[in-house]
């Protein structure tokens, strides 16, 4: 891990304010007029009293506004963050996860570590332990509902990836499946790449309900542009429902993957060349991502980058940051002296009224 500025000459630029003032007349004063007072030490004790005040003050707000033109410096400068180095195999394949986020999603008849969590918490867990072992594929992330929506774009960048993916919201694109959308979307994010290396890899629980093309079509055309799609219906057979108040008094078994429609799911895989995996627990959901990484194996022959991220932001938020803190500063310093100087002619017009 490495910082580095990207250009250096806007350093040229860090004496600036100190050449100004040094080239620059003093500003003029106004205390040109002249008091004579039989009281004037006591005068010249406060008036010291207020400058050494008055100057503990200025040199606090030298001191902020050096710290925000050095921000601003340093922004213009361009500060980079050169990452890890991370292996990338020169015959990468582009895999694309679409993963539904439809409102029945959150059934919790799976189990993670001993305890019963919605389905799309179990994906999230799995998913992200396969993401680590696709070191050097480009991956992608759709999410879809009602509608299908790009997440992430495909990237070599895992630890977005796996952020994006946890940040994923049961009902964020609606409460419906759109199957065909979202294998219409993954087609379009990969037709530029190469045939032999586009995977898709699509996980439900239910049926196509919603969206403008049906599942076998987008298939069909997914066949058509050489995307092999591998489609995973996840979801438990059985499930006991409590009865009264909990207990098992009138318990009942339910298949909470009723609605799942396993062959269309089939019929798309088939088509493009893939397979159709079933998935009743977590562990059977590792297991399919463990025999994919056999079905789609990572290629040899890697070659190294170094990920490259603009850091600009930070300084130049600093800056933004002290600047609004001195503005406020002065705001409430000028509104307090208002107040004072109301309340003061207001006691000097009581003491008027009042004898």
């Known amino acids: 891990m490495l910082i580095t500025l990207s250009m250096l000459w806007p350093l040229l630029f860090l004496p600036l304010p100190w050449i100004l003032r040094i080239l620059m007349p003093p500003a003029a004063s106004t205390d040109t007029g002249l008091l004579r007072v039989p009281f004037f030490d006591a005068i010249d004790e406060l008036a010291h009293r207020r400058e050494r005040n008055r100057s503990s003050r200025s040199w606090r707000l030298r001191f902020a506004l050096f710290c925000i033109w050095i921000s601003l410096v340093i922004a213009a400068c361009g500060p980079t963050y050169i990452g890890d180095p991370i292996t990338v195999r020169d015959k990468a394949r582009d895999l694309m996860f679409a993963v539904d986020v439809s409102g029945s999603m959150q ?6 570590r001993g305890e019963q969590v919605d389905r799309l918490t179990v994906i999230k867990d799995v998913l992200n332990e396969f993401i ?6 480009r991956l992608g992330l759709i999410l879809f509902g009602s509608q299908a929506y790009l997440q992430t774009p495909l990237t070599f960048d895992r630890p977005t990836l796996k952020q994006l993916l946890y940040e994923a919201q049961i009902g964020i694109a609606g409460p419906n499946t759109a199957i065909g959308d979202a294998i219409g979307l993954a087609l379009k994010r990969l037709k530029d790449r190469p045939n032999e290396s586009k995977v898709l890899i699509l996980l439900t629980d239910g049926a196509n309900t919603a969206g403008e ?8 055309l997914a066949k058509a542009k050489g995307l092999k799609i591998y489609t995973i219906g996840v979801g438990a057979d059985e499930m006991v429902m409590p009865g009264l108040l909990g207990t098992r008094l009138g318990a009942r078994r339910i298949n909470p993957s009723a609605d799942l429609d396993a062959e269309t799911l089939t019929a798309i895989a088939e088509t493009t060349g893939g397979r159709y995996f079933r998935a009743k627990s977590t562990d059977g959901l590792r297991q399919i991502y463990q025999l994919l990484d056999k079905l789609e194996p990572i290629e040899s022959d890697p070659e ?3 990920p490259i991220r603009s850091l600009f932001y930070y300084p130049l938020g600093l800056a933004l940051a002290l600047s609004v803190a001195i503005a406020l500063r002065y705001l409430l310093r000028s509104l307090l002296a208002r107040r004072n100087m109301q309340a003061r002619e207001q006691a000097d017009l009581l003491n008027e009224v009042v004898p």
Do not use: C, E, V
Not at 107 to 112: K, R, Y
Not at 132 to 137: I, K, P, Q, V
Not at 213 to 220: E, G, L, R, T
């Open 107 to 112: 059934m919790t008849d799976l189990t993670l």
């Open 213 to 220: 093309i049906s599942p076998i079509q987008a298939a069909q």
């Open 304 to 306: 190294t980058f170094r």
């Open 132 to 137: 680590d072992r696709r070191n050097g594929d």
